[in-house]
């Protein structure tokens, strides 16, 4: 009956509390404040939840490779997390409970709650990859909701820089729940590149989350482009001391698409560094949401944060919301943020133009340059 | 009288007197429709101030508590006086105010303060307004400012046209709360073209145990005037909770200039949620100077509603949450017409566990032109046990916009620390020192005799909170 026999007690423990949690939960709405400004009716839940997400048949109850990576392993590797969950390789568990742990609402369960699609990508002790490792999400969007969890383990001292790409062969209109989890071991270091080639009419919710430990470090990059709603959570957690994370992020979005991120720097432990810059351009009936947040526990004595959106304006009829917070539980503590909304600077323009170029071409250096 | 024991801190809290409650009319503990018929019996009101009244009480019970910002769970409404009505009537000279009162004022200093400065007084005591003096040149000007129930008796036409439009009854809780049941405040009106160069003061007090302090207050700026008003508040020192919570509204007309100042230094059991929303018409212009300090929960955003061509808007804030304290405040601008400027200045302080959390809002409607806005807001915390929040929410729907918003948190600097001490100071004066020169851009706003009060207070904050 139970067709996860296979898989560890704690995650058999964790997926039936997420699956309870996620059938039990309403869908988010505007009484929460990390919804309050999402128009969750763009999404025409229902009908994508008409047809239900395929049930659970495993071909396999262990892992294709029993050998699980470990100390010994010299290489790097890359499984489906399905069998990495099977082995519970290294980190798998710590991921998944703190995603579980940030659960607060019905989409981030059923990430849980589903069987684990997606990839597991693990880099040994001081193991540096040299060439630039690609992951490609290709979505098989059926008309209903596919969910992706990929897991990025970097033990201590390893190094890579990885782009994902989130893409799909098909083009029906779907909703894509997804997230990447990194866990960043002592001194690992990891360049992250996240695009995304979706069908515009498509939808996204990403819920990643990058951990680090003592002095890692990251730098993410986030380009969105533009889709039929676009909410995205990027939440780096320092959890031990002289981590450091930069997140960035580009958006340039037109039409009447919707384009939400969220941010969190999440500063448990002294002496770490975070710097969020998300910068973005809209245009048409454009509507975005920037939502940034630092948050410092009393713990984390010396921190070092600063949060960043500028936004920039084409047209009336777009609209920009900016909220970056600051959540601050310590004085020992070198936080700011700072946000502009604003249109082309019509003296640049009007150099550009005096120049040469035309008012669309001007225009379009302008804003490439803001992007930059 | 209350007795001893259920005064705390009386040594630490200078304004914490308490005299004997001669209260001469009061109504019973919690609030009903009855209640509201009594308090609007008593002050003779005509019947369309009743049905407000009554229309607010039923939107009061209808409203739910905020689900955001400070954790008010502890207010028990039913335990609560709505109304006491101190002295029979109203007092027009210093000499016939009763004696007790007298002698709480003197110790806050209004006399002195009045010799100096003052255009008329309008204090406080309870929910009348007890004493009332208005310079006879303002007077003559045509200028209005009395309590809002003789307003009520006297302009009844303005009254009528401004009362509750810029903050109607269904508001929020807490308005429509104040909207039954108000009871004293200020009334203001400046006709066309006249410039009141003194600032108009009221002192507000709470004094009876247990009871809520509900002042209305309306500010009417006829075209091309100009008036500062000052509101301070001091409260004797409880053991159980009251609360305050006032509502109070501005029109400034075609090319009008407000400024309303504020320092309250609530005692640490005051809940205080005020409502504070001004209109800016035509080119005119509205500042909002606030500076909390003391009470247990502060919930106050003075807003300004920049409704026609030119108008601006200036909110200053100052936070101070010490022990057990938990300042939720900030401000908010609404641009609703083209050519309108704004600028948020906040400057928070937190000690001893206290929490202070700034919370803005800047809207700039779809197709707005040339719309300027700048927010900053710095904070300071003294220990590591302190919290600071900024919550600035940023809606713009116009490409015409120029908006900035900075904020920082840091802590007093060792280097200013050295620096002062090595010149004689003592570490505690130094750090006071720098906490005034923190808030120095704000101080300088205010009144002589308030930005010396403001000095005196957080000095008095600030000792033995170093070493």
């Not at chain 2, 609560?80 to 000499?95: D, F, G, L, S």
């Not at chain 2, 807003?303 to 061509?309: A, D, I």
Request: charged share 25%; aromatic share 10%; proline share 5%.
């Amino acid at each position: 009956m139970n067709s996860y026999d296979g898989f560890p007690l704690w995650y058999r423990e964790l997926r039936g509390e997420a699956e309870k949690r996620a059938k039990e939960m309403p869908w988010p709405d505007a009484r929460q404040e990390a919804w309050r400004r999402t128009n969750l009716k763009r999404l025409d839940l229902e009908s994508l939840y008409k047809t239900e997400p395929a049930q659970p048949g495993f071909e396999r109850t262990a892992p294709m490779n029993p050998q699980a990576p470990g100390p010994d392993n010299r290489n790097m590797r890359l499984s489906f997390l399905h069998d990495a969950v099977l082995g519970d390789y290294p980190g798998v568990k710590e991921l998944y409970e703190a995603q579980f742990a940030a659960g607060d609402n019905k989409f981030i369960y059923r990430l849980l709650a589903e069987p684990p699609r997606g990839f597991y990508i693990y880099l040994p002790r001081n193991y540096s990859a040299e060439n630039l490792l690609f992951l490609e999400d290709r979505l098989n969007g059926s008309g209903g909701e596919t969910v992706t969890l990929n897991l990025v383990v970097l033990e201590a001292g390893a190094r890579a820089d990885l782009w994902e790409r989130i893409g799909t062969e098909d083009s029906p209109v779907s909703l894509h729940n997804r997230a990447t989890l990194v866990l960043l071991k002592r001194g690992a270091r990891l360049s992250y590149y996240r695009t995304q080639s979706l069908p515009g009419e498509s939808a996204l919710l990403d819920f990643s989350r990058f951990h680090l430990k003592e002095g890692a470090e990251l730098k993410s990059h986030q380009a969105e482009s533009e889709l039929h709603f676009n909410k995205s959570h990027v939440t780096a957690v320092l959890e031990e001391r002289q981590s450091r994370a930069d997140l960035r992020g580009v958006y340039r979005i037109g039409g009447s698409r919707f384009n939400e991120i969220f941010t969190e720097q999440i500063h448990l432990a002294p002496r770490c560094a975070s710097r969020s810059l998300y910068r973005g351009v809209l245009e048409d009936e454009a509507r975005t949401v920037f939502n940034g947040m630092i948050r410092v526990a009393p713990e984390a004595v010396g921190t070092d944060a600063y949060l960043t959106n500028n936004n920039l304006l084409m047209n009336d009829g777009c609209r920009a919301d900016s909220i970056p917070g600051l959540k601050i539980a310590t004085n020992d503590v070198k936080c700011s943020h700072g946000s502009t909304t604003g249109k082309v600077d019509p003296r640049q323009l009007f150099y550009l133009t005096s120049r040469g170029f035309s008012r669309t071409e001007a225009r379009e250096i302008l804003t490439r340059a803001f992007l930059e | 009288m209350s007795s001893p024991s259920t005064v705390l801190n009386k040594e630490e809290y200078q304004h914490g007197y308490h005299f004997p409650d001669q209260s001469i009319f009061k109504t019973r503990r919690g609030l009903d429709e009855e209640i509201i018929r009594a308090i609007s019996g008593q002050k003779k009101e005509p019947e369309w101030m009743l049905d407000f009244r009554l229309k607010a009480y039923e939107a009061f019970r209808q409203k739910s508590m905020p689900n955001w910002g400070a954790d008010l769970s502890r207010i028990d409404f039913d335990n609560i006086y709505y109304y006491a009505k101190p002295t029979e009537e109203q007092k027009r000279t210093w000499e016939d105010v009763p004696e007790d009162i007298k002698e709480t004022f003197d110790r806050i200093g209004i006399p002195e303060a009045e010799k100096k400065f003052l255009a008329g007084v309008g204090a406080q005591y309870d929910s009348e307004v007890v004493y009332h003096n208005l310079k006879e040149e303002l007077e003559k000007q045509g200028v209005v400012f009395c309590s809002p129930e003789e307003a009520v008796q006297n302009h009844p036409d303005l009254v009528r046209k401004y009362f509750g439009t810029v903050i109607p009854y269904r508001d929020n809780k807490f308005a429509a709360l104040n909207s039954a049941v108000w009871s004293g405040g200020s009334f203001v009106y400046v006709p066309p073209g006249i410039r009141v160069d003194i600032p108009l003061q009221a002192y507000f007090r709470i004094n009876s145990e247990n009871f809520g302090q509900f002042e209305r207050t309306l500010i009417i700026a006829d075209e091309g005037s100009f008036v500062h008003y000052v509101e301070g508040c001091t409260a004797p020192v409880y053991t159980t909770d009251s609360l305050h919570s006032a509502v109070v509204e501005i029109i400034a007309l075609e090319g009008a200039r407000v400024r309303y100042s504020t320092i309250q230094n609530w005692s640490g059991d005051v809940y205080n949620l005020v409502t504070k929303r001004a209109f800016a018409y035509k080119n005119a212009t509205v500042e909002w100077v606030d500076g909390n300090l003391g009470s247990k929960r502060t919930m106050k955003y003075p807003s300004v509603f920049l409704k026609e061509e030119g108008a601006h808007g200036e909110i200053l804030s100052i936070a101070f949450a010490g022990q057990g304290q938990e300042q939720d405040t900030g401000g908010k601008v609404f641009h609703l017409a083209d050519n309108t400027s704004s600028v948020i200045t906040s400057k928070s302080i937190s000690k001893d566990g206290g929490v202070s959390s700034y919370r803005g809002m800047i809207k700039v409607h779809p197709g707005r032109k040339n719309i300027r806005s700048r927010v900053v807001c710095d904070a300071l915390l003294l220990d590591e046990k302190s919290v600071s929040n900024t919550y600035p929410y940023m809606e713009i729907a116009s490409e015409d916009v120029t908006m900035e918003h900075e904020a920082s948190v840091s802590k007093i600097s060792d280097d200013q620390l050295f620096y002062l001490q090595s010149r004689g100071f003592t570490e505690e004066e130094a750090a006071a020192m720098i906490v005034n020169g923190f808030l120095d851009p704000l101080v300088k706003e205010l009144p002589m005799e308030y930005a010396v009060e403001l000095n005196r207070l957080i000095e008095l904050q600030m000792e033995g909170s170093v070493g």
